[in-house]
C-alpha cells in the first residue's frame, strides 16, 4: 500500500469547512483512497473513499488531485462533533488480509 | 441493534492470567479482524479472518489465538498477560474486500 503524509494536528471554528490534506504521491492506479476518523475512546468509522472522481456523501467530500498523488476530505460545515482523529488510507482492492495500514493521521480540533 | 459488539469493554486483570475478549457482528460480513491500539494511539491490524479462515496474522505472539465460531463471531483469547498487552482492542467486519470496515467500540485491557 502506498505511504500518505497527513498534517499532525489541525484546528477549524465551528461551522466553517474544515479541509484535511492528505498526500499519497507514490499512489497506483489501482489503489483507491480511503478516510476514517477516529473520535475520543471510540472505534474508526468510515467516512468516504474514492478512486480517481471527487465524491461526496452525507458526511463529507473528497477531492482527489487529477495526477491523484494527494486528496482533501472537506467537512463543509464542521461540527464540534467532528473533532477526531482523522486518518488518510491508501489500499487496493487485492490487498491480500484485506486490512488497514492506519498511520498517525490528522488530529482535528474543532472549536466554538 | 448494534453492528459490531466487543464484550467486555473494560477487562482489569494481574499479569500471567488468560482472559477472553468476545466480539459478534449482525452485518452479514464474511470478514472480520482483530486490531490493537497501544498507548501511543497507533492502530495495527493483528488477525483477519474470511469465512472463518485466518487470512493475516501480524506477528503477533502465539499467546494470542483468534477464535472463530462461525461467521458472525471472532473472539479473542490471551494467554499468560504481560503488561504490554495493555491496550485497547478494536474487532471490525467487512465484506472480503474489505473496502470499507465497520469498527466496534473496543474493549480497554489493562493488565496490573
Known amino acids: 500500500d502506498a505511504k500518505t503524509t497527513q498534517p499532525t494536528s489541525m484546528d477549524c471554528a465551528e461551522g466553517r469547512a474544515a479541509n484535511l490534506p492528505c498526500n499519497h504521491s507514490?499512489?497506483?492506479?489501482?489503489?483507491?483512497v480511503y478516510w476514517y476518523r477516529q473520535i475520543h475512546s471510540q472505534g474508526p468509522q468510515y467516512i468516504i473513499h474514492?478512486?480517481?472522481n471527487n465524491e461526496t456523501n452525507e458526511m463529507a467530500s473528497l477531492i482527489i488531485t487529477e495526477d491523484r498523488k494527494s486528496s482533501t476530505l472537506i467537512l463543509p460545515h464542521a461540527t464540534l462533533r467532528d473533532t477526531a482523529v482523522y486518518y488518510c488510507?491508501?489500499?487496493?482492492?487485492?490487498?491480500?488480509?484485506?486490512?488497514?495500514?492506519f498511520g498517525k493521521g490528522t488530529s482535528l480540533l474543532v472549536t466554538p | 441493534d448494534t453492528a459490531v459488539s466487543q464484550t467486555p469493554k473494560y477487562l482489569v486483570t494481574q499479569m500471567g492470567n488468560d482472559k477472553s475478549i468476545k466480539c459478534e457482528q449482525n452485518?452479514?460480513?464474511?470478514?472480520m479482524y482483530w486490531y490493537k491500539q497501544d498507548s501511543k494511539k497507533f492502530l495495527k491490524i493483528m488477525f483477519s479472518?474470511?469465512?472463518?479462515?485466518?487470512?493475516i496474522n501480524e506477528t503477533v505472539p502465539n499467546r494470542f489465538s483468534p477464535k472463530s465460531p462461525d461467521k458472525a463471531h471472532l473472539n479473542l483469547h490471551i494467554n499468560s498477560l504481560e503488561l504490554g498487552d495493555s491496550a485497547v482492542y478494536f474487532c471490525?467486519?467487512?465484506?472480503?474486500?474489505?473496502?470499507?470496515?465497520?469498527f466496534g467500540p473496543g474493549t480497554r485491557l489493562t493488565v496490573l
Open positions: 452485518l452479514g460480513h464474511d470478514t
Open positions: 479472518y474470511n469465512n472463518k479462515e485466518l487470512i
Open positions: 474514492g478512486l480517481k
Open positions: 471490525a467486519s467487512s465484506q472480503p474486500t474489505g473496502m470499507v470496515q465497520f
Open positions: 507514490t499512489i497506483s492506479g489501482n489503489e483507491y
Open positions: 488510507i491508501v489500499r487496493g482492492t487485492t490487498n491480500s488480509g484485506y486490512a488497514l495500514n
